[in-house]
């Protein structure tokens, strides 16, 4: 089975910018899997950030980008903010009406 | 507005079965595709299922196949997941989340709250 593979946890200092990734345990990630992020502060419901690869949903701030980058998926952070640091997932559509999500990424801003 | 809110969770024992729905408003319901998404406790998103405008087509996540059923009733702006010979590990918060088309595929861009869903004896 296909896994889909994100970074443990990762830090930004204030106002940096930082590349999370998504990739897969077998294959390169490309825009026909049509990589979407989220962001979910504990406690709280995910929010939509970026779907098919580099579409910013409603009223998500231009700092957040996404991306293809090399085999993976990218989403790249610019300017990090304090409310920033939360988790971060990556889904990937599987074909046949499936999706798969990655583990998630904690980001710290410090 | 576009609000979805879940209901029906809590606590059955292993074996039992549970009715979620999610009550949807602010947009033409019936046009959007919808998904359910679970998280256990201190874990990640996992998907669960997902269902088309009219509920014609609906599709499963391994995990679930066979003993979860999606459907939807555009009448009443409900979604529905059946749940039933529930086990320990489908404890989790499950959200309901409606799907956008753009670019050839349906994507969650609205989140509900969630419902907690324990499973124990």
């Known amino acids: 089975q296909t896994v889909v593979t994100q970074e443990p946890s990762f830090s930004v200092s204030p106002g940096g910018t930082v590349t999370l990734t998504c990739g897969l345990s077998s294959g390169s990630v490309s825009t026909s899997y049509y990589p979407s992020w989220y962001q979910q502060t504990p406690g709280q419901a995910p929010r939509t950030l970026i779907y098919?690869?580099?579409t910013r949903s409603s009223g998500v701030p231009d700092r957040f980008s996404g991306t293809i980058l090399g085999n993976k998926a990218a989403l790249t952070i610019t300017g990090a903010q304090a409310d920033d640091e939360c988790d971060y997932y990556c889904v990937l559509y599987m074909g046949s009406g499936t999706w798969v999500f990655g583990g998630g990424t904690k980001v710290t801003v410090l | 507005e576009v609000q979805l809110v879940e209901s029906g969770g809590g606590l059955v024992q292993p074996g039992g079965s549970l009715r979620l729905s999610c009550t949807a408003s602010g947009f033409t319901f019936s046009s959007h595709w919808m998904h359910w998404v679970r998280q256990a406790p201190g874990k990640g998103l996992v998907w669960v299922s997902r269902?088309?405008?009219?509920?014609?087509?609906?599709t499963y996540a391994d995990s679930v196949k066979g003993r979860f059923t999606i459907s939807r009733d555009n009448a009443k702006n409900t979604l529905y997941l059946q749940m039933n010979s529930l086990r320990a590990e489908d404890t989790a918060v499950y959200y309901c989340?409606?799907?956008?088309?753009?670019?050839?595929?349906?994507?969650?861009?609205?989140w509900g709250q969630g419902t907690l869903v324990t499973v124990s004896s």
């Open positions: 098919n690869t580099n």
């Open positions: 269902v088309n405008g009219d509920g014609s087509d609906t």
């Open positions: 989340a409606r799907a956008v088309y753009d670019k050839g595929v349906h994507v969650v861009d609205y």
